[in-house]
């Protein structure tokens, strides 16, 4: 097999209902087999660029594009079956109900033979680490299981063109890079070309051989082989928010503090979840036994499947424990029963805010502006003050120019910080963020640890569950670490 050519000439995206495009003016040649690491700031383009080459960007009706895109010579469209595309959002290449018909999926709408199907389900899965039967359902799957499974089903295929969006974003230390060398491997011993996007750019500096840097006015601000790139552009690439290992974002000291009252305390707690049509839950973690306080930042660690999530939204009051006291202290719980799960969503509002690990699970109105102001207006607080929160957030996350788009046709970066906003807007005194610097450039970055920073000095308990070394090292002041999966209680 052999990689594929890609060409863009004068290429650019506008999504329908935007005056500003996505992305514009892209001249690109592209060689079969390079390895090329696409970057840019948050909201540059990225993303866009490579669902076009997908062929998966939509008709008329849902943008205008401007200029060509081409594989060897044809459209992306026509193009289908040779690209594979890993999304930033891996939930939503999920298409059937276990594992193995989900990776064997594609392969059979390709027409692969039945025995040559289930050897690839084999290699592919073994090839990314992901150790579950083949009859595992998919919806029992942790965030960073699903990106191995998606990826598993794209490398079935054995595409000539290969599309990774953030590919490592939802994995532990281990599985970044575990799925890192099975691209690299998968990439020289087929010859596909290969494209990634990708922030942190220290994980792929040795896999691709090119560096293409996308300006977000339009354009490339840089290209070439990736050391000399790095080494050349670095501080400017550093201070458009691109993440270059030899300069990091600078952050100030921190003033030590006193922890503040207590306001939520476990002991013995165990977590899980209840599957659909199922009476026994699943364990996620047991045995937890921690004090969350005001002013203070707690951060949740552990590999993949071993319960961040389960525990999060158990805090947060969206899950029952399954066992063991979880309750809230009298600053928090001010009047209503100390269990979280037995709040209303009323009471829920200014004690406990909460940032899914998937921006778009919590979304619900048509623009940026007026998903803001759907916590303050369920507060029924003036119109005066509802704009004067919203505005003040637009401002602070970078979103401003976006505040009539549509939430759903943000770029990822965007969409987590509209997401973590959304919360902001509620002022609750406790917040629960999963993977709150996913998808984030070096300055956003920057800004959502500082405002964090910010909220815990004036008294607010943060409780993040992150894969982030550098969020973890400017942070964390105290960490719940959790181990393996428990199994079924009985």
Do not use: Y
């Not at 040649?29 to 939509?58: M, N, P, Q, Y």
């Not at 006015?217 to 690439?237: F, K, N, Q």
């Not at 998937?358 to 759907?374: I, K, S, Y």
């Amino acid at each position: 097999m052999t990689g594929a050519h890609v060409h863009a000439s004068g290429w650019g995206w506008t999504h329908a209902g935007r005056t500003r495009p996505a992305v514009s003016g892209i001249d690109l040649w592209i060689d079969a087999g390079e390895r090329v690491l696409l970057l840019g700031a948050s909201g540059a383009g990225k993303s866009t660029l490579l669902h076009g080459l997908a062929g998966v960007l939509g008709g008329d009706e849902e943008g205008e594009q401007t200029g060509t895109l081409r594989i060897d010579a044809r459209s992306p469209v026509d193009s289908r079956g040779t690209v594979g595309l890993v999304l930033q959002d891996p939930d939503s290449q999920i298409v059937m109900a276990r594992v193995g018909d989900d990776v064997a999926f594609a392969c059979e709408n390709l027409g692969v033979p039945r025995d040559e199907i289930w050897r690839r389900v084999h290699w592919a899965l073994d090839a990314v680490g992901l150790d579950v039967p083949l009859d595992h359902p998919t919806s029992q799957l942790s965030g960073g299981q699903v990106q191995r499974l998606v990826l598993a089903g794209i490398l079935a295929m054995r595409p000539r063109l290969l599309l990774l969006d953030e590919p490592t974003a939802n994995l532990d230390p281990e599985g970044v890079r575990d799925v890192r060398d099975v691209v690299d491997h998968v990439a020289r011993e087929t010859g596909m070309t290969l494209i990634i996007v990708e922030h942190r750019v220290a994980v792929w500096q040795d896999v691709a051989s090119r560096v293409v840097v996308l300006e977000p006015g339009g354009g490339i601000l840089a290209d070439g082989p990736s050391r000399e790139v790095l080494a050349s552009e670095g501080a400017r690439l550093a201070e458009r928010g691109i993440w270059v290992p030899e300069h990091p974002p600078e952050l100030p000291d921190r003033t030590p503090r006193e922890p503040g009252e207590p306001l939520m305390h476990a002991d013995g707690l165990v977590v899980g979840r209840t599957p659909f049509a199922q009476k026994e839950p699943v364990i996620a973690a047991s045995d937890l036994s921690f004090e969350l306080r005001a002013g203070s930042t707690t951060t949740v660690l552990g590999p993949n499947g071993a319960g961040k999530s389960t525990l999060a939204l158990t805090i947060a009051g969206l899950l029952r424990p399954v066992a063991g006291t979880l309750e809230a202290a009298p600053p928090l719980a001010a009047g209503v029963v100390p269990q979280p799960h037995r709040w209303k969503s009323r009471e829920l509002l200014t004690r406990i805010g909460t940032v899914f690990q998937h921006p778009e699970h919590q979304f619900l109105t048509g623009t940026v502006r007026a998903e803001l102001a759907v916590g303050p207006r369920a507060l029924r607080l003036t119109d005066e003050e509802v704009t004067a929160r919203v505005d003040a957030l637009l401002e602070r996350l970078r979103l401003g120019h976006l505040a009539d788009a549509n939430p759903f046709t943000l770029s990822g970066g965007e969409k987590r910080r509209l997401s973590v906003a959304t919360v902001l807007a509620s002022r609750p005194r406790m917040l629960v963020l999963d993977e709150p610097t996913f998808g984030q450039d070096a300055r956003t970055w920057r800004e959502l640890v500082l405002l964090l920073r910010g909220l815990a000095d004036n008294g607010a308990s943060i409780v993040a569950v992150t894969h982030d070394e550098p969020f973890v090292d400017a942070l964390a002041e105290n960490v719940i670490r959790l181990g393996s999966p428990q199994g079924v209680l009985r």
